[in-house]
């Protein structure tokens, strides 16, 4: 062999080294196999076998994930605050707030808590400003102007401590708006709710309301003391705010109260919870609380429910009541009338005893005008008079 056969031979045999260092040092069997990498592209079902995976399934499902994704990024980035925050606090003192389902009243939780927010809020946003607006009676009132002075605030606020009339939400937003509109664009504006009544009295188009502080770029946000109203729904979600139900310490400890069946749907609670003498059932798991009263509030509701039926259905009703129950209404109802005796006289001659009334407006007016009737019955011989009549001051006359 020459040397030109041994060159030759040489270099083959390095291009066939460099090919298996690309490959990893793979046969060329081994290589088809890696290429394809079939088995990647099977998967266990739930009865053991081997099935192709359906890649479209999953690049739809990861395209899904990725427009979430994007959706989340777009909404945090509106919600976006600035560095000088303008925020109204907006609170309920209709006569909702006198309700003691949070102790001592709904508005001596929310006074409390609002002072606490306020200093909090000026510690971590020195150069921002509160202003407090309060609605009863149907009224918004504007308690402090913006400042940033929380001695002010909660100054005007505990000095105000008054509840009544309704709630009327629109005439709240139409006043922090007509303040807010005025705030230079460097500044982020914002209102919060404090919502206890379950309804409002508004005197226009509340939508309206919403749309004007979503083009003027006010975020509003709303808790309320209830259960949710979809007007506060809708404000938070057109304006990209948040919206929060208050809640107890049971329903706020994220525990399992109980487990219930649902059958067409309804959610029947089990027996052993419903026979429990603390448990509160039905309607007591929706965060409305039990007072002495509210045995009665809730026999009427159940169309006067006999209370030995209600003691059956809602135990905790009763638990702290120790007074006789007697309800006036179903007392009256269930008293008999004994039948009228039947009159032991009888007329004995005509127009001895005469039976007259008179009946009137008719909504009809007659061919002549006339809207009124009297009527004559002779008791002895059942004979009867009619009269029309124009007005029922002719009555005299005509008699």
């Not at 066939?16 to 394809?36: F, H, K, M, Q, S």
């Not at 409002?200 to 749309?211: F, H, N």
């Not at 487990?259 to 965060?287: I, K, W």
């Amino acid at each position: 062999m020459n040397n030109g056969e041994n060159r030759r031979l040489n270099g083959e045999a390095d291009e066939e080294d460099d090919d298996d260092d690309a490959n990893g040092g793979l046969a060329a069997w081994e290589r088809t196999y890696a290429d394809d990498r079939s088995w990647e592209a099977l998967q266990e079902d739930e009865s053991g076998l081997l099935r192709p995976i359906d890649n479209k399934a999953i690049y739809h499902a990861q395209y899904r994930r990725r427009l979430r994704s994007l959706s989340s990024l777009a909404t945090t980035a509106r919600i976006q605050k600035g560095l000088i925050r303008y925020l109204y606090i907006v609170i309920d003192f209709s006569r909702a707030a006198t309700e003691m389902d949070f102790r001592p009243s709904r508005m001596a939780v929310v006074a409390k808590h609002v002072e606490a927010f306020v200093r909090e809020f000026f510690d971590q946003n020195p150069l921002s400003q509160i202003g407090l607006v309060t609605i009863k009676d149907g009224v918004a009132h504007c308690l402090t102007d913006l400042g940033g002075s929380p001695e002010s605030h909660v100054k005007a606020l505990m000095g105000k401590l008054e509840c009544s009339g309704d709630a009327s939400l629109q005439n709240g937003l139409e006043l922090v708006h007509g303040f807010l509109n005025q705030i230079p664009s460097y500044g982020h504006r914002e209102v919060l709710i404090l919502y206890s009544a379950l309804n409002s009295c508004d005197p226009g188009d509340i939508m309206e309301t919403v749309q004007k502080c979503k083009t003027s770029k006010i975020r509003c946000s709303v808790i309320g003391l209830t259960a949710e109203i979809f007007i506060c729904r809708h404000l938070c979600q057109e304006t990209g705010g948040s919206y929060s139900i208050a809640l107890d310490e049971d329903l706020k400890s994220g525990m399992r109260i109980d487990t219930a069946r649902h059958d067409r749907g309804l959610y029947f609670l089990s027996e052993e919870a419903s026979s429990r003498d603390d448990h509160q059932t039905g309607f007591m798991l929706l965060n409305f609380p039990v007072f002495e009263n509210d045995f009665m509030l809730w026999h009427f509701r159940l169309g006067h429910l006999n209370f030995q039926y209600m003691k059956y259905l809602f135990p905790y009703l009763f638990r702290n009541v120790n007074t006789s129950l007697n309800c006036d209404v179903c007392i009256r109802a269930k008293q008999s009338r004994v039948s009228f005796w039947s009159q032991p006289y009888k007329p004995a001659i005509s127009f001895s005893l005469v039976h007259s009334d008179v009946w009137g407006p008719s909504p009809v007016t007659t061919s002549i005008g006339k809207r009124w009737f009297v009527t004559f019955i002779d008791d002895h011989t059942r004979l009867t008079w009619v009269f029309l009549l124009t007005d029922k001051s002719e009555v005299s006359s005509i008699f």
